[in-house]
């Protein structure tokens, strides 16, 4: 079965840092595209990081710069280093796996983790 | 970033009967396109990817339709559990983008 578990999350001051993770079972992170997206409060979702079963890493543009996506194989786990963090980066952070099928240039998120909380606000 | 904008943004509808949700993007992403299920406190689930394939163990019930700029999600016979938010989502351009959601409510 595959389970997605995030940690880290909590309360931050503006322009603190905060690695979140996310322990994978079922399936080996390193041979699948992972993803951070995340859920500000009542609002929707918005895609924020991937990294690809080549190492390669993509960032969306509200985070580049400022957050790092990772893995650790030997874990099986994912992690989102998240540095100068704003109040606009309050949310929910959840990790995905994304699939890709046929032609498309991106992907699809099958498996999702229940979420961790970052508030940043002093 | 192509924009994904969903309607209504609330829909009620009473058990039993149809709902159809709608999405459409802001330029084509031919059919890749998804179709998520989101409850209070839950993670998203996806329920439809390349704009009509149903994801494991998904009803019957639920179907997508379209290509390019225009889809629809149906459910074709409200259940209770079916009450909550519905995101589509697109992955043609990057980066992947989602709609705002509509949130389906009990009439």
């Known amino acids: 079965e595959v389970q997605l ?26 041979s699948n595209y992972m993803s951070w997206v995340r859920q500000a409060p ?18 969306a543009d509200s985070v580049k710069g400022r957050f790092t996506i990772s893995r650790d194989n030997s874990k099986n786990t ?21 699939r890709y099928s046929g032609n498309a240039p991106l992907g699809y998120f099958d498996y999702w983790g229940q979420g961790t909380l970052l508030t940043v606000s002093s | 970033e192509i924009v994904m904008t969903q309607s209504p943004a609330t829909l009620s509808v009473s058990p039993g009967e149809r709902a159809t949700l709608s999405c459409r993007a802001s330029q084509s992403v031919s059919s890749h396109l998804a179709w998520y299920q989101q409850k209070p406190g839950q993670a998203p689930r996806l329920l439809i990817y390349d704009a009509s394939t149903r994801a494991t163990g998904i009803p019957a ?47």
């Open chain 1, 5 to 30: 578990v995030e940690s880290g999350g909590g309360l931050i001051q503006p322009g603190g840092s905060l690695r979140l993770s996310c322990a994978a079972s079922g399936f080996t992170v390193s």
């Open chain 1, 42 to 59: 009542g609002k929707g979702l918005e895609w924020v990081s991937v990294i690809y079963n080549s190492g390669t890493t993509y960032y």
């Open chain 1, 78 to 98: 994912l992690f989102l280093q998240m540095n100068s963090l704003r109040a606009e980066d309050t949310a929910v952070y959840y990790c995905a796996r994304a």
């Open chain 2, 61 to 107: 019930r639920f179907s997508g339709s379209g290509s390019g700029t225009e889809f629809t999600l149906t459910i074709s016979s409200l259940q209770s559990e079916d009450f909550a938010v519905y995101y589509c989502q697109q992955y043609n351009n990057w980066p992947e983008t989602f709609g705002q959601g509509t949130k389906v409510e009990i009439k």
